[in-house]
């Protein structure tokens, strides 16, 4: 393992204990098939999520939460005004926030949104390589096309490097690619994380879950590439010891969230799998 | 077993191992109570949903879907046009389409969101015996009185049988009514699936995810009487084997889904009971 | 134990029979996150939920429902109508209903729908000790100033007792205050609950599936101090049940359902910690 990588795994470590620690506030608009997992996820992480979404109290959520969530999922016109008044609030309030592309390239309504939301500014972008490089094409710093499948990626994230990279440079944020591996970058460096396991694919919600993590990872950390690193390593390692073999979605579900609750450092860092 | 049940137990298994090779679209109008089970269900079937409600993408979601489900559920104003443009949609793009008139009967907006989407000529219906009965009657297909009891069955499946077989003639659907035996209709035949387990009924969303698997099974054949067997089949015998003695709800949740993911077509074929 | 206390869990233990002999329809106006749970806690309680919250339709399943939920979580300009509708409609048609108040005291928002909201004349009303003190305060009816956390409770119910009785006896309705020990109180009489387990604030919605139990327990008495102390300590004592040494959340959740669903009344009568 690279010294930076080496770096990464053990600041992990220190980003989950710290966690644990300050139970940060994470305010979600996350869509209603993962509302259930995203907010269990987070409790189970130690953080403590807050489900609101209306325009009417998005500047006062803003001023308590620390991390804020974002995610496109179900959209319809109701959902599009609170995304963008819960993102513009977080900016006036200097709280970092994730951008889950849910479904981008899929239809226009959620090209016009998502590109809507990236001129707030987002510290972070999680979603599947499809969703990252529909992401980059209708930015115009990409020209590679993806072909979305639904909502669920039709491609690996290796595939969505170079797009990712120009998105990360084209708004100074990270993004993290997930997928087989999933990819961190902030446009220069790359990190791959090589965890999970195969039966996450077939569970739903769960890459809204990671993006929640990144959310609690977010709020208490001024490195949001670290956080991203983090949140992926978390879910993980998670996943890998949640999944037993021969094991179905239903099980390996509820034991996900034991695991992300019982997680250890010494367990995440003796378990993550990073690499340059 | 006659020859008819002994040719829709091995279609049913057919259309499983083809279900899981093609993995279709689903698009999932459902209610916010059972999203989460909706998805992970056809997840863990091996399909993949694409819960997309917004009229603005109701055409690009419907060339893409394979099938797709219109669950009235939780309804509303905003859900009712939702419902519309997504079933109208199917139709310009001919993809079959399940109508689930969750609670129809019980109020005056139901029966006339119900009416509206029968109009627009799903290839299916799936209901409880109450909801069945109800919606022949409204439809003026049948005479016979439905006591709604909120959204839960009061009636048993063979007290829909006329009904059930009226509506299925009238609208040129099949009609699947659901409870101890399901019953399958296309206004001649019917088929009786007596699998299923007792705590099936003490699980939320249940009937709703049927739907979902309804709406899968739809879209990857042109009979839809046997699409509506198979999801019928699947669902009562992976229900069976998931019901532990003794077991509750929770636990049985789980494992059904854990059913679903690792049912063989030859334990479907062995454990389904079908009748005509 | 006191002869109160001893009288209330005997009532506590004929009530979970009477509920499961009846099973009430329970109408729920319940948040996003909450209505898998919700949902299946009334279903494995033995009660029998109906997730509807259309204004159109509220006069219609109000005439049938037995007891009626309003929870102000996931809160809207959509979903204040929805709780406005059904509260007044529950009051129309004389079924008891209790108030959730998610979040009150966060923001302007949540505390002006609370408000017109208890104007309506809930029954009962549950919440954390932040949320009962919060409500109290902006009633009036007490000065002490809460400290909202999210959604999460900042406080312990004992700190909420006398905000607590001074709003049930504005209101003339019982008040939950739930935490490690949970309060209920008529204005005059306070009871505490000590049962429970600490894994039960790392799983979300738990409070608002005890807020459904509430409401069905309100559906088969007159008496609703009973029924507070009946859904609070069948929730507590299923919890202690469920919650096993060293198990995370994903586990108790499904165990916590098993065990609503299997308590005997003897097991609650044996278990239930009252104290005045």
Request: glycine share 10%; aromatic share 4%; with cysteine.
């Amino acid at each position: 393992m690279s010294s930076q990588a080496g770096n990464l795994v053990r600041s992990s470590g220190a980003l989950l204990a710290t966690l644990r620690d300050r139970r940060p506030i994470v305010q979600c608009v996350t869509n209603f098939v993962s509302m259930d997992l995203v907010a269990n996820a987070l409790h189970a992480l130690g953080a403590s999520p807050a489900m609101s979404s209306a325009p009417e109290e998005a500047d006062e959520f803003a001023a308590r939460a620390h991390g804020v969530v974002c995610n496109m999922g179900t959209l319809s016109r109701d959902r599009v005004e609170s995304l963008q008044a819960v993102a513009a609030a977080a900016g006036r309030h200097r709280k970092p926030w994730v951008l889950d592309p849910v479904g981008v390239g899929a239809t226009r309504f959620r090209g016009e949104t998502a590109a809507g939301l990236l001129r707030l500014r987002p510290a972070a972008i999680r979603g599947n390589a499809s969703e990252v490089m529909a992401l980059a094409r209708l930015s115009g710093v990409s020209a590679e096309a993806a072909e979305p499948r639904g909502v669920d990626a039709a491609h690996d994230p290796e595939a969505a490097r170079n797009p990712a990279m120009a998105l990360a440079r084209a708004y100074a944020c990270i993004v993290l690619t997930t997928g087989t591996v999933d990819l961190v970058t902030d446009g220069t460096r790359v990190v791959g994380i090589a965890n999970g396991a195969p039966v996450m694919a077939r569970v739903t919600a769960m890459g809204c879950a990671l993006s929640g993590a990144v959310g609690a990872f977010l709020a208490i950390t001024n490195d949001p590439f670290a956080a991203c690193v983090a949140a992926s390593a978390v879910f993980g390692v998670a996943g890998e010891l949640a999944a037993s073999p021969g094991g179905g979605p239903g099980t390996f579900r509820v034991n996900f969230l034991d695991r992300l609750f019982d997680l250890t450092t010494q367990t995440l860092v003796g378990h993550a799998k990073l690499a340059d």
